[in-house]
């Protein structure tokens, strides 16, 4: 009998590795939560692209924040701080740093390694307060970034990272939901033109704690969030929401991870996209997993794009995993499409002109998204933002 190899035909080991293993009985990884974790750069293989978590991804444009030394150093910010709140950078080993997550792949890992001192965001009141971060000064050069967010035991606040200009950035963002706490954070990327900026938010949500955590990325060249909530209470409460506008040339991706680790977690995913102009692209990459013991779960993920021009394209990926047959319910969806005839027909049919009805069926499709972020001067130059992408496309 002939035996023949992977090699006599040319053939590659998939990236999650298999046949050429040099471990006896080798097994890929499976599950989200089965990916390798560390705190080291130089735990993780170089990517050339071809692994699973980065193969929609354009690795050329990225090679700097994947490989190079990056300048730790704290940038410059404005904010405020309002009592009950508190913002201060803090070194390196502040208890706060490695209490939500450790990094799945490598330029969140070279972030970790490089950073220097990290954004400390603490919520302690009792009564809503809101933070509000801006940045807008960091320029071309390669940096790490760190920013941890804790909402105190039953403290109730809005934390809100606003970026624009031009940037050169990869960073990990740690959140902690205390028990009993609710918080409510946005992180909006509205950056420059050229700007690549790759982000890991790494999340865990206490006992009877209720998160609300909203990613809105309108501008730059390549924009990658990567968030990954555990909603590890019993009684947590995860709501995680989405808002892309993709113009040409942008590469806006988004790979969203909820783990219901603890019994009685309530889930829902929604995230929504519109793309426009040659080249125009996105990845949304939606995972939901119910551990084996989060019985009595509730959840549901959802994704839609919404395409309006030729010369786009919008990936959309939902995967649900569940590991216990005692849940209230669970189930995800994925759509992609162009306008809706119906909708345009019925506003045409009450003398609306076909430009201004395609105009408010895409300030419609998004607007449920912006009602979500839960503060209202934000909300307001959020509509602004999606009126000016609109201006002189729709036609």
Same mark, same amino acid.
């Given at each position: 009998?002939?035996?023949?190899?992977?090699?006599?035909?040319? %053939?590659?080991?998939?990236?999650?590795?298999?046949? !050429?293993?040099s471990?006896?009985?080798?097994?890929?990884?499976?599950t989200?939560?089965?990916?390798?974790?560390s705190?080291?750069?130089?735990?993780?293989?170089?990517?050339?692209? =071809?692994? *699973?978590?980065?193969k %929609? #991804?354009? +690795? $050329?444009?990225?090679?700097?924040?994947?490989?190079d030394?990056? !300048?730790?150093?704290?940038?410059?910010?404005?904010?405020?701080?309002?009592?009950?709140?508190?913002?201060?950078?803090?070194a390196?080993?502040d208890?706060?740093?490695a209490?939500?997550?450790?990094p799945?792949?490598?330029?969140?890992?070279?972030?970790? #390694?490089?950073?220097e001192?990290a954004? *400390?965001?603490?919520?302690?009141?009792?009564?809503?307060?809101?933070?509000?971060?801006?940045?807008?000064?960091?320029?071309?050069?390669? &940096?790490?970034g760190?920013?941890?967010?804790?909402? &105190?035991?039953?403290?109730?606040?809005?934390?809100?990272?606003?970026?624009?200009?031009?940037?050169?950035?990869?960073?990990?963002?740690?959140?902690?939901?205390?028990?009993?706490?609710t918080?409510?954070?946005?992180?909006?990327?509205?950056?420059?033109? !050229?700007?690549?900026?790759?982000?890991?938010?790494?999340?865990? +949500?206490?006992?009877? *704690?209720?998160?609300?955590?909203?990613?809105?990325? =309108?501008?730059?060249?390549?924009?990658?969030?990567?968030?990954?909530?555990? =909603?590890?209470?019993?009684?947590? !409460?995860?709501? =995680?929401?989405?808002?892309?506008?993709?113009?040409a040339?942008?590469?806006?991706?988004?790979?969203?991870?909820?783990?219901?680790?603890a019994?009685?977690?309530?889930?829902?995913v929604?995230? $929504?996209?519109?793309?426009?102009g040659?080249?125009?692209r996105?990845?949304?990459?939606?995972d939901?997993?119910?551990?084996?013991?989060?019985?009595?779960?509730d959840?549901?993920?959802?994704?839609?794009?919404?395409?309006?021009?030729?010369?786009?394209?919008?990936?959309?990926?939902?995967?649900?995993?569940?590991?216990?047959?005692?849940?209230?319910?669970?189930?995800?969806?994925?759509?992609?499409?162009?306008?809706?005839d119906?909708?345009?027909?019925?506003?045409?049919?009450?003398?609306?002109?076909?430009?201004?009805?395609?105009?408010?069926?895409?300030?419609?499709?998004?607007?449920e998204?912006?009602q $979500?972020?839960?503060?209202?001067?934000l909300?307001?130059?959020?509509?602004?933002?999606?009126?000016?992408?609109?201006?002189?496309?729709?036609?």
């Amino acid at each position: 009998m002939t035996v023949v190899t992977p090699e006599q035909h040319g %053939l590659k080991a998939h990236s999650d590795g298999g046949w !050429d293993a040099s471990e006896k009985g080798f097994v890929p990884v499976q599950t989200r939560s089965a990916r390798p974790r560390s705190f080291e750069h130089t735990d993780f293989a170089p990517v050339n692209g =071809l692994e *699973a978590e980065w193969k %929609l #991804t354009p +690795v $050329k444009l990225i090679k700097p924040l994947l490989d190079d030394a990056l !300048d730790g150093a704290p940038y410059a910010i404005d904010t405020d701080a309002p009592e009950g709140t508190s913002v201060e950078w803090v070194a390196r080993d502040d208890a706060r740093i490695a209490s939500a997550g450790a990094p799945e792949e490598r330029a969140s890992a070279n972030a970790w #390694t490089n950073f220097e001192q990290a954004l *400390a965001i603490t919520i302690s009141g009792e009564e809503h307060s809101t933070v509000r971060i801006s940045r807008s000064e960091l320029g071309n050069t390669a &940096r790490a970034g760190h920013i941890v967010i804790t909402a &105190r035991a039953h403290s109730n606040g809005t934390v809100i990272v606003e970026s624009s200009g031009s940037a050169l950035l990869s960073e990990n963002v740690e959140v902690v939901v205390e028990e009993g706490a609710t918080l409510n954070f946005v992180s909006v990327q509205d950056w420059a033109d !050229d700007a690549i900026h790759l982000a890991s938010h790494f999340v865990q +949500v206490g006992r009877s *704690a209720t998160l609300k955590h909203t990613v809105v990325s =309108l501008g730059g060249k390549v924009v990658r969030v990567n968030p990954s909530v555990h =909603l590890s209470g019993e009684g947590a !409460d995860g709501e =995680l929401y989405g808002l892309y506008f993709a113009d040409a040339g942008q590469h806006l991706e988004q790979r969203v991870y909820l783990h219901h680790e603890a019994a009685q977690t309530r889930g829902r995913v929604n995230y $929504k996209g519109a793309l426009q102009g040659g080249g125009a692209r996105t990845v949304w990459v939606g995972d939901v997993l119910i551990g084996p013991n989060a019985a009595g779960t509730d959840s549901y993920e959802q994704n839609r794009n919404l395409v309006l021009t030729e010369g786009t394209r919008a990936d959309s990926i939902p995967n649900l995993e569940i590991e216990t047959g005692d849940i209230q319910g669970a189930g995800h969806a994925s759509a992609t499409g162009r306008f809706d005839d119906e909708q345009l027909f019925y506003l045409q049919a009450r003398g609306i002109s076909e430009a201004e009805a395609r105009r408010l069926v895409v300030i419609g499709f998004l607007s449920e998204i912006v009602q $979500k972020v839960g503060d209202e001067q934000l909300e307001a130059r959020l509509h602004t933002a999606i009126e000016a992408e609109l201006e002189g496309t729709i036609s």
